[in-house]
Nanobody, 118 residues
Framework: QVHLVESGGGLVQAGDSLRLSCAAS????????MGWFRQAPGKEREFVAR????????YYADSVKGRFTISRDNGKNTVYLQMNSLKPEDTAVYYC???????????WGQGTRVTVSS
């Protein structure tokens, strides 16, 4: 079992930056692929970014590529999402997730809300 807790959401203006954090507890954090997803009002949850166990490989949705950066600190059992040049369309609840290689996303946090005003 992996328990995930997100933090760092808030209300910002377009063009601002924000860093989300996801603290993990339970099983060995470094053994999991970590990801960020988001769900905007009235829309389905969508993939944002993911990072492999070592932090050496990351993938991003096209909509955030070049603006968002995912990273992890296995010593602190924490994954981050640095969000720059925020746009109103980035407004959503952001969720942290964890999975083992080859499996579906198994564990989810409760989400943190990000609101970007124009």
């Amino acid at each position: 079992q992996v328990h995930l807790v997100e933090s760092g959401g808030g209300l910002v203006q377009a063009g601002d930056s924000l860093r989300l954090s996801c603290a993990a507890s339970g099983r060995t954090f470094s053994g999991y692929i970590m990801g960020w997803f988001r769900q905007a009002p009235g829309k389905e949850r969508e993939f944002v970014a993911r990072i492999n166990w070592s932090g050496g490989s990351a993938y991003y949705a096209d909509s955030v590529k070049g603006r968002f950066t995912i990273s992890r600190d296995n010593g602190k059992n924490t994954v981050y999402l640095q969000m720059n040049s925020l746009k109103p369309e980035d407004t959503a609840v952001y969720y942290c997730a964890a999975k083992r290689s080859g499996s579906r996303w198994e564990y989810w946090g409760q989400g943190t809300r990000v609101t970007v005003s124009s």
